[in-house]
C-alpha cells in the first residue's frame, strides 16, 4: 500500500512538474521589427509574445528609429514619445505626443498647434489597447502598432518571417505632401493655393475631390492663375482651388477638402485636410 501510494505522488510530481516547466521546442520564434525596412537593433532587450497573444516591443528602440523624442515620467510611471513639426515659413508649430502609463490598457494623447501670432490650439484624446504596457527589465514593452500608426505610419505582420512591419503609410499627414495658403477672400468666396510640404519634391499632380464647408458640400473650382507665385516654384508647380460660400461669419467656420495625390514614385495618397475659422479670420483681416 505505501508502495503504490509513492508510486501515485511521483507520478502527480512528475505531471506537474512537466506541465510547469515549458519545452524548449514548443518556444516561440524570435519576433523581428523592422521600420523602413531596416531592422530594429536592440541592445539590452527584445520583443515578446505575451499571455494575451500580443507582439510587446520595447517601445525606446521603436521611437528612435521612427525618428521620436523618447523621455520617461518617473512621478506618473509614463513613457512618453513625441514629435514636432514646423512649417518652412514659421506661420505654425505642432506638437503631438503619446504617454503609455505602465499597467494601463489606455494610452494618453496630447496635440498642441501653437501659431506665429500666438494663437494656440491644444486638445487630447485617448488610445485604447487591447492589451497594458508593461515594464520588464527596465524597459517599457507594449504593442509597436498603437505608437507607429498613431504617428501616421503603417504596420504590417508578416507572418512568414515573424515580422512587424512598420513603413511609410499608403495615405500620409496632408502637411507632408502639401501646404496650403489662401489666395484671396471674399466674404462669398475664398480660393487657395498649394505650396511646398515636407515631401513636395514627390507630388506629381493634385487633385480636389470633395469641399465641404461646416460638413455641407460647396461649389469649387480650380484656378490656373496666382497673383502671387511662392519662391522656388514654378506655375506649373501650383495647384489653386477656389470655394463659393458664406465665409462672412469665420466663428466656428471649418472648410474641409478631400485629395487625391499622385507622387512621382508612383504612389497615391488620399486624405482630408481642414481650414479653421482662424485661418479666414486672418485672410479677411488683410
Do not use: H
Request: proline fraction near 4%.
Amino acid at each position: 500500500m505505501k508502495k503504490s501510494m509513492k508510486k501515485a505522488f511521483a507520478a502527480v510530481f512528475a505531471l506537474i512538474f512537466a506541465l510547469s516547466v515549458p519545452f524548449v521546442s514548443m518556444a516561440a520564434p524570435a519576433v523581428n521589427v523592422t521600420v523602413f525596412d531596416k531592422p530594429v537593433v536592440w541592445t539590452d532587450a527584445e520583443p515578446f509574445i505575451d499571455e494575451n497573444n500580443r507582439t510587446l516591443v520595447p517601445l525606446r528602440a521603436v521611437g528612435e528609429d521612427l525618428g521620436l523624442t523618447v523621455n520617461w515620467d518617473e512621478e506618473a510611471r509614463e513613457a512618453v514619445f513625441s514629435s514636432e513639426y514646423t512649417t518652412e515659413d514659421g506661420y505654425y508649430t505642432e506638437y503631438t505626443e503619446l504617454r503609455f502609463p505602465i499597467g494601463s490598457q489606455e494610452a494618453k494623447a496630447a496635440f498642441r498647434v501653437e501659431y506665429s501670432d500666438g494663437y494656440l490650439n491644444e486638445w487630447e484624446d485617448v488610445v485604447y489597447m487591447d492589451t497594458a504596457a508593461v515594464i520588464v527589465n527596465d524597459r517599457t514593452y507594449a504593442p509597436a502598432r498603437y505608437l507607429a500608426e498613431f504617428f501616421g505610419y503603417e504596420v504590417r505582420w508578416l507572418e512568414d518571417t515573424r515580422t512587424v512591419a512598420i513603413d511609410y503609410p499608403e495615405s500620409v499627414f496632408d502637411y507632408d505632401l502639401l501646404d496650403w495658403n489662401v489666395e484671396s477672400a471674399m466674404e462669398d468666396e475664398m480660393c487657395f493655393v498649394m505650396v511646398p510640404g515636407t515631401d513636395f519634391d514627390l507630388v506629381k499632380d493634385v487633385k480636389v475631390t470633395e469641399v465641404y464647408v461646416n460638413d455641407e458640400p460647396a461649389e469649387f473650382y480650380e484656378m490656373d492663375k496666382f497673383e502671387t507665385i511662392p519662391e522656388g516654384m514654378e506655375l506649373e508647380d501650383c495647384y489653386g482651388i477656389c470655394v463659393k460660400g458664406d465665409f462672412s461669419d469665420t466663428d466656428d467656420l471649418g472648410v474641409v477638402f478631400d485629395i487625391v495625390v499622385n507622387t512621382t514614385d508612383y504612389r497615391t495618397f488620399e486624405f482630408s485636410t481642414l481650414m479653421s475659422g482662424f485661418v479666414f479670420d486672418s485672410a479677411l483681416d488683410k
